[in-house]
């Protein structure tokens, strides 16, 4: 399925000039649908096990290699749940990749700028809302009643952990043009991000834009997230990408990270969410059956990128080790796969992998064909510089 999609958006595109264009192109396209379709990948994958121990995954779902239904005792949910899986079946999708689709839909149908306001009154007017997190949404009910402007709302914001996987249609959009992808995300994210989240989440574009370069690695993603982060958000990075480079197995990885790198649910606001102040501390994480998790960016981020560096271009290594690393896994793996996937392009995700994720869905939407309308739309709107 995966070759066939990419051969029928290139046929859709206005393929003028010269054999080099062409390709071009389609190594834009491919990459697209690698960066899109992997973070679906990684919200399906990783929202099975998501908000626990990583033992606890091992202990009910296994050595798993593929796609896990929903729900008790592999899951700590049963679906469908408000802001999670609304099916069982493998390959279900979650709130991230719900509020992806309208995020995607925005950018599409919009045109520059860019803005907070024009984002927020877009979803106001048109999406359903179907599928999402609370959270977001409220806040976005308080900026239509009038409590605060948009570009301010993220100030106002209580939580400010969470929606870190729904941003990878800037990415798309701005592919390669790594400054201008940054800039857009934190103005759009200003809706419900400040500080150090705000820091952290235009940073994980940065990187996702710059895979889309034509000379990119991982090594190159790496130092794109720390050169475009703050210093708070560079030390957390740092620390995690140097766990991930000295540990020599997965579960040595999981310990160093669980010891030294994880970050309770009260660091996501006050004085540790400021650029200056203090960094989140750590918080070593015992053994539990019940939800274990952190909604910080301060953990979750830097536990993304340290997944990449481990994984080392290797897909099943790289996506199976962050999703069975639990927490909020699949926040985690939904940016892990999307930097591999803008890396490589959709040919680096096993075949059955992408077809039950895109069967799965089909209910709600068609995401192989989404990815290539926005695909379509970033080189007609022409952002891209790879």
Known sequence: M????????SANLNLVGSNRVYKSREKFINKALGCFMGAAIGDSMGGAVECQHYKRIRKYAGDFKD?????????????????????????????????????????????????????????????????????PLNQLKRIEKGEFPAED????????????????????????????????????????????????????????????????SIDSIVDTVLSDSGPKAK????????????????????????????????????????????????????????????????????WALAYLVYGNADPEKTLLTAVKGGRDADSIATNTASWLGALHGLSIWPEKWIDTVQKANLVDFDLLKAGQELAETALKKGFIDV
């Open 67 to 135: 796609l896990l239904p929903f729900g008790k005792p592999i899951s700590v949910f049963d679906p469908p749940s408000d802001g999670w899986a609304q099916r069982s079946n493998p390959g279900t999708i979650t709130d991230d990749t719900y509020i992806r689709m309208d995020l995607l839909e925005f950018f599409v149908h919009k045109e520059a700028p860019y803005t907070a306001a024009k984002l927020a009154d877009y979803l106001l007017k048109y999406s359903d809302f179907f599928g999402w997190w609370d959270p």
């Open 235 to 302: 030390k957390l990075f740092e620390r995690a990408v140097h766990i991930a480079r000295e540990s020599g197995s997965a579960d040595e990885l999981y310990n160093n990270l669980y010891q030294h790198a994880s970050v309770s649910n009260s660091t996501h606001t006050g004085e540790y969410n400021s650029l200056e102040g203090p960094l989140p501390p750590t918080e070593e994480v015992q053994y539990t059956e019940d939800m274990c998790s952190s909604i910080a960016f301060a953990e979750q981020q830097p």
């Open 2 to 9: 995966a070759g066939l999609m990419i051969q029928a958006v």
């Open 153 to 216: 709302a993220g100030q106002f914001m209580e939580i400010q952990g969470g929606g870190g996987g729904w941003w990878q249609p800037v990415s798309i959009m701005y592919a390669g043009n790594i400054e201008k992808a940054s800039q857009v995300t934190a103005d759009l994210c200003s809706i419900w991000k400040s500080g150090l989240a705000r820091d952290i989440l235009s940073s994980v574009v940065a990187g996702q834009s710059a895979a889309f370069k034509d000379d990119a």
